[in-house]
């Protein structure tokens, strides 16, 4: 059995699923991606008039990110630190890796939980990162 979690401060999914679900001792949390909880723009994302990408910057979508998954985690009785598993999907690898992982790394102490980085060619809405964890919850 399994319990279904929504945040309200995290982003409206964008489809028929929650935020994260609790299956036993973990935590899966859905791809999360910079969109504020209020709706809107993604952080550093600037549009033209077509809703196109002029241009973004994937720092201050990692920054969105994190605070969006830290909400999550809070909200389902996690945190930070219970983290084991992130996938993280980014729709420009060459150009955006240095950059998201400096940032990445500064939210961790030592090693942090394992990861792995996917190269995509979209994600839903005009953003750059979305990030899907596991967490392990504490008794």
């Known amino acids: 059995m399994s319990d279904s979690i929504k945040s309200s401060r995290a982003p409206v999914p964008l489809g028929a699923y929650p935020h994260a679900r609790r299956c036993g001792s973990l935590l899966f949390l859905s791809g999360i991606g910079p969109r504020p909880p209020s709706g809107g723009t993604a952080a550093g994302v600037k549009l033209d008039a077509n809703g196109e990408v002029l241009e973004y910057d994937i720092e201050a979508q990692v920054h969105a990110v994190c605070a969006n998954v830290r909400s999550v985690l809070e909200d389902a009785g ?10 993280v999907f980014l729709t420009d690898i060459r150009r955006d890796f240095a950059a998201y992982n400096k940032v990445y790394a500064s939210y961790f102490d030592g090693d942090g939980p394992t990861r792995t980085t996917i190269e995509v060619s979209r994600l839903p809405g005009p953003i750059a ?3 899907k964890c596991i967490a392990a919850l504490r008794d």
């Open 129 to 131: 990162i979305e990030m």
């Open 78 to 87: 996690a945190n930070w630190s219970d983290l084991v598993d992130i996938t």
